[in-house]
């Protein structure tokens, strides 16, 4: 399980804007990396714009943001496109990234068991080491908690 002071698992994704990014394109500064479940549904939505209303704050506080699903680019460039996100989106398709960070859990809705990602966050510090986890993640105040958390280790 990946948790607080363990090094983070090493990533490298394509971006809904044709390009790549690493864990390494990260060095030397924070990086605030949440997985969602699924582009354009409501409470994903919601904790897009969240991160993307407070990016400016996060930057100004030493961190980056970056929003991992397992949807393709495309969906990323036009769920980017609907809700004028600012975030960067990243794309997981095969899931390894989710599992390596143990956001890849069995879910349970009215009684069926599925394996889903759970809405997870992780703030990383400029040695690559996890500074803090959240799990089971409820959007309303998630974006503000982790503020506060990206600018007490600032």
């Not at 363990?6 to 394509?14: I, Q």
Request: hydrophobic share 35%; charged share 30%.
């Amino acid at each position: 399980m990946t948790e607080a002071g363990k090094k983070a698992p090493n990533f490298s994704l394509p971006t809904e804007d044709g390009g790549k990014v690493s864990l390494k394109d990260f060095k030397g500064q924070m990086l605030v990396l949440y997985f969602y479940p699924k582009d354009d549904t409501s409470g994903c939505t919601k904790e897009a714009i969240g991160f993307s209303e407070m990016l400016g704050a996060f930057k100004k506080a030493g961190a980056a943001v970056l929003g991992v699903s397992k949807d393709t680019p495309e969906k990323h460039a036009k769920f980017r496109a609907k809700h004028e996100l600012t975030v960067p989106l990243a794309s997981d398709e095969d899931g390894k990234v989710i599992e390596a960070y143990g956001s890849w859990v069995e879910k349970n809705m009215y009684g069926k068991k599925y394996m889903g990602i759970e809405r997870s966050t992780f703030l990383i510090g400029p040695d690559g080491k996890i500074l803090e986890v959240w799990r089971k993640v409820r959007v309303p105040g998630h974006v503000e908690k982790v503020l506060d958390a990206v600018k007490a280790h600032g």
